[in-house]
Structure formats: structure tokens, C-alpha cells
């Protein structure tokens, strides 16, 4: 049984792809020490993964993450991206009943490669204990933090069985993660990677104060450019706004929003906003709405696209 999970995740693999699986099964396998490194490379510190693993294992994982932020700069080569989807969306992608190819256009993903929805079995789906979380110095979520989710085949079985962080779970519960982490105020992304057979494959609900991704985001003002709109931006109805300043309080994950205190309003950064949708629902007035807006590409809305 081990080996054939194993066998189905090589077997993924075409031909002219299969040295990549060698990259899959180290990143599945030791996501923890994975964002740990990744971190250490960015000058971030955080807490040490609480498994140990032997050190040459740590530097195949070191070289791993060189060679991701190597081809990382240009749209044309990246490797490892995510799109940023609205929580139906991402509810959609935890749903789909049977299996999907959908090739995406460059408008969906604006990558040059991994931009295809391939779901075998999706009703198999694995979540786990967020590992940026794990090894973040201060975690913004309680134990057991399981908000990171694998999605289809061969991934969701072989992390399940693979990474004891990881469990099989359900579509109906994969949904209650999505909904519950939107109302904590993350970021739902739908995971692309190269290494990972070239297509989607997990759906994460990130934090500024944890996430790798968001941090390295902010902090270097999105030139590294690894994430993309959901298709959507924040918009503020000025009749509805009373400027009580909650949107601007440290809620947007990507610093969009500010208050301008003169015309007692909030201003959205239109360059900035993702249309993660975090702030959505939490105006009390509902001023705030995300509104479709063709400049942050097309939504990665299965249905529709379907
Ligand atoms: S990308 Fe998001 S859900 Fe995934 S491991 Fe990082 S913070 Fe956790
Ligand atoms: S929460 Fe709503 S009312 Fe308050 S500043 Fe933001 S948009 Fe305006
Ligand atoms: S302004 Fe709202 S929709 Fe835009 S990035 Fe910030 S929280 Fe997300």
C-alpha cells in the first residue's frame, strides 16, 4: 500500500516531467521544514519545525527553494504561484463532484506555466496543520490549525499518508474550513505549481501575520510576482461609508485599505487590492463590496469557466 501511493504520485508524472517528482515528494513530505527554510531565506525568523529531519534532507530542501526563487521574478518562468479566489469560488474548487480538466487561460492564471485545473477524484482531499503557521513565531490561529488542504489525486492521498500533519477529510468539511477561515479573515489561494505535475492542487486560507507568501508579498510590494487578483477589487459606497475606520484597522492582508480622515472615508488602493474579499462582509453599513473588474483577470470560477 505505501509504495503504491508513492507509485501514483511518479506515475503523474509525463516523461519530459518526471525528475519532478522527486521535488513533489520532498515538498508534501516536509512542508514544515519547507516554510521553515523558505523563511530563513528571506531573512525571517519563525520557530524550528518541532520534527527533526536529518540535515541532508535539509539541504535538498534548501536547494528546492533556491531553484523556485531563481526562475521567480518573471511571469514567463515562475513556477509555484497562487490565485486568489473568492470563498465561493474556493468552496467550488472543495466540490467539484467527478473528475475536471479545465486548461486556464492566461487571463485566469497569467502564468506561463502550471495553470490548469485537473481534478482526479476531488472528493479526495487531505488538510493539514497550516505549516507557515507551525513555524511562525506567533500563530494567529488555536491548535490544530488545519486550514491547509490538498486537493484531488495522487496529492491528497499521498500527503494523508505521508505527512503526519496531514488526514484525509471531506468535501462538506473542506467547505467549513473555507467559510469559517473567511469570517477569521484569511485569504482563500488556489495553489499552481510546476513540480506539482503542472496544475492546481491545494487551496490555502492565509494570514498576513503567518503566511509566507503574504509576508513576502508585502514586504517586497508584490514585485515578486507570485500571487494574482481573484478578478475582483474593493470598491467603497461614499453615501453608505460613515468612516468609522474598522476596514482600515489592520484588516487587509495586503494593506489596501486606509482611512482618509479629512473626507472621513475609506480609500481603497486600487494598484494594492487583490480582491481577496476579506473585507467584504465586514462594513457595518456595507459600504464595502468587491465588484468585477476585468484589469485583475477573470475569476477562477469553475463553474462558469466550465
Ligand atoms: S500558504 Fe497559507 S494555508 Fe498554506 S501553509 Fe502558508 S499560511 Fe498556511
Ligand atoms: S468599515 Fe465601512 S463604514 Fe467603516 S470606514 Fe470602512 S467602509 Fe467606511
Ligand atoms: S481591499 Fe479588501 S478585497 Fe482588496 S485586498 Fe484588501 S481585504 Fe482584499
Given at each position: 500500500?505505501h509504495?503504491?501511493?508513492s507509485?501514483g504520485?511518479?506515475?503523474?508524472?509525463?516523461?519530459?516531467d518526471?525528475?519532478?517528482?522527486?521535488?513533489?515528494?520532498?515538498?508534501?513530505?516536509?512542508?514544515?521544514?519547507?516554510?521553515?527554510?523558505?523563511?530563513?531565506?528571506?531573512g525571517?525568523?519563525g520557530?524550528?519545525?518541532?520534527?527533526?529531519?536529518?540535515?541532508?534532507?535539509?539541504?535538498?530542501?534548501?536547494f528546492?527553494?533556491?531553484e523556485?526563487?531563481?526562475?521567480?521574478?518573471?511571469?514567463?518562468?515562475?513556477?509555484?504561484?497562487?490565485?486568489?479566489?473568492r470563498?465561493?469560488?474556493?468552496?467550488?474548487?472543495v466540490?467539484q463532484?467527478?473528475?475536471?480538466?479545465?486548461?486556464?487561460?492566461?487571463?485566469?492564471?497569467?502564468?506561463?506555466?502550471?495553470?490548469?485545473?485537473?481534478?482526479?477524484?476531488?472528493?479526495?482531499?487531505?488538510?493539514?496543520?497550516?505549516p507557515?503557521r507551525?513555524?511562525?513565531?506567533?500563530?494567529?490561529?488555536?491548535?490544530?490549525?488545519?486550514?491547509?488542504?490538498?486537493?484531488?489525486?495522487?496529492?491528497?492521498?499521498?500527503?494523508?499518508?505521508?505527512?503526519?500533519?496531514?488526514?484525509?477529510?471531506?468535501?462538506?468539511?473542506?467547505?467549513?474550513i473555507?467559510?469559517?477561515t473567511?469570517?477569521?479573515?484569511?485569504?482563500?489561494?488556489?495553489?499552481?505549481?510546476?513540480?506539482?505535475?503542472?496544475?492546481?492542487?491545494?487551496?490555502?486560507?492565509?494570514?498576513?501575520?503567518?503566511?509566507?507568501?503574504?509576508?513576502?508579498w508585502?514586504?517586497?510590494?508584490?514585485?515578486?510576482p507570485?500571487?494574482?487578483?481573484?478578478g475582483?477589487?474593493s470598491t467603497?459606497?461614499?453615501?453608505?461609508?460613515?468612516?468609522?475606520?474598522i476596514?482600515?484597522?489592520?484588516?487587509?492582508?495586503?494593506n489596501?485599505?486606509?482611512?482618509?480622515?479629512?473626507?472621513?472615508?475609506?480609500?481603497?488602493d486600487?494598484?494594492k487590492?487583490?480582491?481577496?474579499?476579506?473585507?467584504?462582509?465586514?462594513?457595518p453599513?456595507?459600504?464595502?463590496?468587491?465588484r468585477?473588474?476585468p484589469?485583475?483577470?477573470?475569476p477562477?470560477?469553475?463553474?462558469?469557466?466550465?
Open positions: 500500500m509504495h503504491e501511493i507509485k504520485l511518479f506515475d503523474m508524472f509525463p516523461m519530459e518526471k525528475t519532478d517528482f522527486y521535488s513533489a515528494y520532498l515538498y508534501m513530505k516536509y512542508a514544515d521544514h519547507f516554510l521553515h527554510q523558505g523563511a530563513l531565506s528571506m525571517m525568523a520557530r524550528e519545525p518541532k520534527r527533526k529531519i536529518d540535515e541532508a534532507l535539509v539541504e535538498m530542501i534548501k528546492h527553494i533556491q523556485i526563487s531563481e526562475v521567480g521574478m518573471s511571469r514567463e518562468t515562475n513556477v509555484y504561484h497562487g490565485k486568489l479566489v470563498t465561493k469560488d474556493a468552496s467550488q474548487l466540490s463532484k467527478g473528475d475536471l480538466t479545465l486548461p486556464l487561460s492566461e487571463s485566469v492564471v497569467p502564468f506561463k506555466l502550471a495553470r490548469d485545473v485537473i481534478l482526479k477524484n476531488p472528493e479526495s482531499i487531505a488538510v493539514g496543520t497550516c507557515c507551525m513555524v511562525s513565531g506567533n500563530p494567529c490561529l488555536p491548535e490544530p490549525m488545519e486550514v491547509c488542504m490538498f486537493v484531488g489525486e495522487p496529492f491528497a492521498s499521498f500527503i494523508a499518508e505521508q505527512n503526519p500533519y496531514y488526514r484525509k477529510t471531506t468535501q462538506e468539511e473542506a467547505v467549513h473555507i467559510e469559517t473567511h469570517k477569521q479573515g484569511c485569504v482563500h489561494s488556489a495553489f499552481f505549481k510546476k513540480d506539482m505535475g503542472n496544475r492546481f492542487y491545494a487551496i490555502c486560507n492565509c494570514c498576513k501575520c503567518c503566511c509566507l507568501g503574504v509576508k513576502i508585502n514586504m517586497t510590494g508584490g514585485s515578486y507570485y500571487f494574482t487578483a481573484s475582483y477589487v467603497v459606497d461614499a453615501s453608505k461609508c460613515d468612516g468609522c475606520g476596514c482600515a484597522d489592520d484588516l487587509c492582508p495586503f489596501a485599505i486606509s482611512l482618509d480622515e479629512e473626507a472621513n472615508i475609506a480609500v481603497i486600487f494598484e487590492c487583490l480582491g481577496c474579499g476579506v473585507c467584504d462582509s465586514i462594513c453599513t456595507g459600504a464595502l463590496q468587491l468585477r473588474e484589469a485583475k483577470g477573470e477562477l470560477d469553475i463553474q462558469a469557466l466550465k
